[in-house]
């Protein structure tokens, strides 16, 4: 069996993996387009992903083999029903998605308790079924496994390996390769036609399967590997808690890291990418070398493995300490050690615990995913709304102390007071290490932390700025003052109203208030709504105007949910272009539905924020040229980036003086209150003059040769590939 059977079971779950964080990365960021770009539907999607892994892994060690006495048949027919099931699930899933976005357009603000409790069963309502069948694949392939002449009790081991890798492969290549190749949809249908492949072959596989009797398995062998897991003496209680707590934890960290090292990794879609690829291929070294010993008959100790974990559950603090100018080769080295620690613990304690029994397996693995619940959950709701990342960080990395503590009377008098000395050592450098949130920036400084991000503001007069997660947003720039006046100056008629969509520092929301007209800002971080007196001394004025509003909600969900229409829209998204999500502020899709909102003659205003990459500004722009018929671009008046105007009807070039007469007395002077030198006058023709010709502009972009961004494929969040082709090309020219 070994030489035939058993690499061919390793491939299967290798390929289930990866079918699984395939699954994962394009289910979140669907969710992301129907429940908002929040972090709640991040730690929602994580842990109902987990829950059913639990349910799964727990139900199915519970009844396979009962199942397979009574029907006769084969644990491989039922575990092909598993993966044929998944691959349906890929279609199922979006569709669920659009059903519960519709039937929630009437919950009210994603920031209700209402909306998220809402949001999060329809979540598990959709993904729970499959990420079930997910989990019951390893008790199912256990049980097989069992039947077999060469069973042998690290089975779990084996196939948890297989499964990791295939994890790794699949969150790779799903985000550096699959979505910009094919978009979601069409990665998705790889998914579902990999999961029938695993059918198929399971299906052949077990239509020959016949259980073999207990005395004719070679127990010689059995006896070897259960000497290994047996020679570790650990009491049920202690290795439950474990189980329980690498899972809480590890997940949980997890979510921390991302808000903790989004300044380093960047906000695209590849920072997430490359947490989760480093977090699943240290855990596969990790299971890797732990397969080998037991071939070599041999393992760490448990005191061994705590105390690594102990100290390398701080290393991603010490590495990362602000004050030495950190860098991504520093994250991605600073997290290997502790996951690749729990990668070797957490199979060797179920392999112990289980012995190659499918309904032990799934109870000890049920556990370990229950912390993987829990974990994200608290991290996101309460760790880092109340602590922040550096104390969310040693709070989690606190119980690895603990044990470690607890079992140095295993380890002998001179060892055990090194790793005590080691430990607390470590745990005294972590705490006085810094973070992005520990910075000491140009006073005066706030910090405000809710469930979504830590906002930042620091500094006075024009040099006041704002961090979200650590990355500068915006900052007080007439450019902003622009995306209002611009559009509303070009209206053919008197303005009444304005949506305003990210609400940044405020200051388009307040401009747009000076016309007189009712104003609706939306944002989605509650933080950065607050922040707003930071940096208008006038904010609790403009907030008490009757005709102004700021609602927090994702931008393109408040369009599907709102009757209003409005005169116009004016969107900045947050920079960079790449931004993970911004494609749907960028679509075509969206600018459709922007049409849908506004009056007939009403103006969009879409801010591209520049240095970016050409194409993906023709991309996005093929998109508007897609949507409207008449569009009009403008370089700011100053710095970088454009404004691009898109209507359903003609938008006539007025002169300087309509356009001044135009603006109310209130907007003339906001206007010119950045302006120490100048007329309001000279200002207007400084901005009429840096209209470009919208034909000349496409043509200059080569519009026509770049595939416009959908939500299907936001060709401006994923461009690795290209990129890489390109620089590729350009060595080979200069080679030539």
């Known amino acids: 069996m070994r030489s035939r059977i058993l690499p061919t079971l390793f491939l299967l779950f290798f390929l289930s993996g990866f079918c699984s964080l395939l699954y994962q990365i394009v289910w979140l960021r669907l969710a992301f387009a129907a429940f908002g770009v929040i972090t709640p539907v991040v730690s929602v999607v994580l842990s109902v992903f987990m829950a059913g892994l639990a349910v799964g892994s727990w139900f199915g060690g519970r009844w396979i083999e009962h199942w397979t006495r009574q029907s006769a048949l084969s644990p491989l027919l039922f575990y092909a029903v598993l993966e044929g099931a998944i691959g349906v699930g890929a279609f199922v899933v979006p569709r669920l998605f659009s059903i519960g976005e519709a039937a929630l357009l009437g919950s009210g603000e994603m920031n209700s308790t209402y909306y998220l409790l809402l949001s999060a069963a329809i979540i598990a309502v959709a993904i729970l079924p499959w990420a079930i069948c997910m989990g019951a694949t390893f008790p199912f392939v256990m049980a097989y496994i069992r039947r077999r002449r060469d069973a042998f009790p690290t089975s779990f081991s084996y196939l948890y390996l297989a499964n990791v890798l295939g994890a790794m492969t699949g969150a790779a290549l799903t985000a550096y390769v699959l979505v910009e190749l094919l978009g979601f949809s069409k990665s998705l249908l790889l998914g579902a036609a990999v999961n029938l492949l695993i059918a198929a072959v399971a299906v052949g596989l077990g239509r020959g399967d016949r259980a073999v009797d207990e005395g004719a398995r070679r127990p010689a062998e059995v006896g070897e590997e259960v000497s290994i897991v047996r020679n570790l003496p650990v009491a049920a209680g202690l290795l439950r808690t474990i189980l329980f707590l690498t899972g809480f934890t590890a997940i949980g960290m997890e979510v921390v890291w991302t808000r903790a090292f989004t300044v380093i990794t960047t906000t695209t879609v590849y920072a997430f990418a490359l947490l989760l690829t480093t977090y699943l291929g240290a855990t596969a070294v990790g299971s890797l070398l732990y397969r080998r010993h037991v071939r070599q008959q041999k393992s760490w100790s448990l005191e061994r493995l705590l105390g690594l974990l102990a100290v390398s559950a701080f290393l991603p603090l010490l590495v990362n300490d602000f004050r030495l100018h950190p860098s991504v080769a520093g994250v991605v080295v600073s997290l290997i050690p502790f996951c690749a620690g729990l990668g070797y613990l957490t199979p060797l304690l179920i392999d112990l615990h289980a012995e190659g029994q499918p309904r032990r397996a799934g109870n000890a693995y049920a556990l370990n995913i229950l912390g993987c619940i829990l974990g994200p959950l608290v991290a996101g709701y309460v760790l880092l709304p109340w602590l922040g990342v550096k104390w969310s960080l040693l709070l989690l990395g606190v119980p690895y102390t603990l044990l470690f503590l607890s079992r140095l009377a295993e380890v002998g008098l001179s060892k055990a007071i090194t790793g005590a000395a080691v430990g607390i050592g470590v745990l005294i450098l972590a705490w006085t290490s810094w973070t992005y949130e520990d910075v000491k920036f140009p006073d005066p400084v706030v910090v405000r932390r809710d469930h979504t991000a830590t906002v930042i503001s620091y500094g006075s007069g024009f040099e006041r700025r704002m961090l979200v997660n650590g990355v500068g947003i915006t900052s007080l720039t007439p450019i902003t003052k622009f995306m209002a006046h611009l559009p509303l100056s070009n209206l053919n008629r008197r303005p009444e109203s304005a949506l305003v969509i990210c609400f940044g520092m405020g200051t388009t929301f307040r401009s747009a208030l000076s016309w007189g007209i009712d104003v609706t800002a939306v944002e989605l971080v509650p933080s950065v709504r607050d922040a707003f007196g930071f940096y208008h001394s006038d904010a609790s004025r403009v907030l008490q105007n009757p005709r102004g509003r700021v609602v927090i909600d994702d931008g393109r969900r408040f369009l599907k949910r709102t009757t209003d229409r409005f005169d116009v829209i004016l969107i900045d998204p947050p920079p960079p272009v790449e931004a993970a999500a911004s494609g749907l502020l960028y679509s075509q899709d969206f600018y459709e539905l922007a049409k849908l909102r506004m009056k007939e003659d009403g103006i969009l205003q879409q801010w591209i924020f520049t240095p970016a990459e050409e194409r993906m500004v023709a991309s996005i722009y093929a998109a508007v040229t897609k949507a409207f018929p008449y569009v009009r ?59 470009i010709d919208s034909a000349t502009f496409g043509i200059a972009l080569d519009v026509e040769q770049v595939r416009p961004l959908t939500e299907d494929h936001p060709y401006n969040e994923y461009f690795a590939l290209r990129r890489l082709i390109a620089r590729s090309n350009n060595s080979l020219k200069l080679i030539r």
């Open 633 to 691: 671009v403008f370089r700011p008046i100053e710095s970088a980036g454009f404004h691009i105007l898109a209507s359903m009807q003609p938008m006539p070039r007025i002169d300087m003086a309509e356009t001044v007469g135009r603006m109310p007395d209130a907007a003339r002077d906001d206007v010119m209150e950045w302006f120490e030198r100048g007329s309001i006058e000279t200002i207007i023709q400084a901005m009429l003059d840096k209209e």
